[in-house]
């Protein structure tokens, strides 16, 4: 809608310079029958001689806008339009922390892998097996030599006849001498020393009666040993400690051997004591047999071998890849 001023009513024949001033009115274009170019709110000089404003008059913000024609594209708003709020989605990302980065899967990539990647290797605990076989057999040996070997050999004399003593012959004179057995499986043992010195003094009866008790006693320990040893190789534990089993067989191997060394001294003739070099070197009448000095022997091993492993120690697996073998020290 065109707006003009009021001279068109007062049919004032003035020129437009001339009517400057006055009240727009609004004028349908349709009924002027010529066009109106220009912009909106600007004044424009018709063929007519009147002046045209495009759009709505200044003192009439709520005039209707001229409407959208071929010489006319754009329509003036007559008042402030609020457009409708234009809603933006919003991707969020859950994070654990600020500072991660984002990742993005790639159904297309492949993580290119770490080449000569170092493998660590699996430590396994050694056992030291071979140390623990070694002291079993030691255990074993002590075993059979106390108690089938004889451990003393006592040479004929005017109370006695000659014979030899071992553990068998030690547990037999001491079931007889506890009332278990009859005197007539008795060895020779229990009637020429148990027996014969019953009515001795006091100390030649101690060191009769202990003589067959401390070696049933060593043969015990080294059955325990056995064990031991046994349980070791099954549990595939190290054999490394200091044996106290060991320690007390060798003390009672060597109190067997004094108390031979004893009885030897007691039937010695005119009443001297033999010494130590004739009872080593097997010159007496009472002499150590090969049980007493094998199972000696056994025992001392016992004390040693076990030292020949290590408390805390580890086998290596080594890698299956060679390019990533590396050494490894291992402080226990």
């Known amino acids: ?9 007062n049919n004032a024949p003035q020129t437009p310079e001339n009517n400057q001033s006055g009240k727009w009115i ?3 274009v349709s009924t002027l029958g010529f066009p109106l170019h220009g912009q909106p709110n600007q004044i424009v000089n018709g063929p007519d001689g009147y002046m045209y404003r495009i759009g709505g008059a200044p003192q009439d913000p709520q005039s209707v806008g001229l409407p959208g024609s071929a010489s006319n594209a754009i329509p003036t708003p007559p008042t402030i339009v609020q457009m409708p709020p234009i809603v933006q989605p919003i991707a969020l990302v859950p994070y654990t922390s600020l500072n991660q980065p984002l990742l993005q899967y790639d159904p297309y990539s492949r993580p290119q892998e770490p080449r000569n990647d170092i493998i660590a290797p699996s430590f396994e605990k050694k056992p030291f097996r071979s140390v623990s076989f070694v002291a079993l057999i030691f255990a074993i040996i002590g075993i059979v030599a106390m108690l089938l070997s004889f451990v003393s050999s006592f040479a004929q004399n005017d109370t006695r006849k000659a014979f030899e003593f071992g553990g068998i012959d030690s547990a037999k004179t001491l079931l007889v001498g506890l009332g278990v057995i009859s005197e007539d499986s008795a060895p020779a043992y229990y009637s020429s020393v148990w027996k014969a010195n019953s009515d001795a003094s006091t100390m030649t009866k101690i060191v009769s009666y202990a003589l067959p008790i401390l070696i049933l006693v060593v043969i015990v320990f080294f059955v325990l ?14 054999p490394r400690s200091f044996s106290v089993l060991a ?13 031979l060394y004893i009885i030897s001294n007691g039937e010695a003739a005119d009443g001297s004591s033999n010494s130590i070099v004739d009872f080593v070197t097997l010159k007496t ?5 090969i049980g007493l000095i094998v199972g000696l022997v056994a025992s001392i091993a016992l004390l040693i071998v076990p030292l020949f492993a290590k408390a805390h120690a580890f086998n290596i697996e080594e890698p299956t890849i060679t390019d990533s073998l590396q050494s490894y020290v291992i402080n226990p």
């Open 1 to 9: 809608m065109d707006m003009k001023t009021n001279s068109v009513f």
């Open 225 to 238: 040993l056995l064990i031991k040893y046994l349980k070791r190789i099954a549990e595939r534990r190290t």
């Open 247 to 259: 320690l007390i067989n060798v003390i009672f191997c060597l109190a067997i051997a004094a108390i």
């Open 285 to 289: 009448s009472v002499k150590p047999g």
């Open 26 to 28: 609004p004028v349908d």
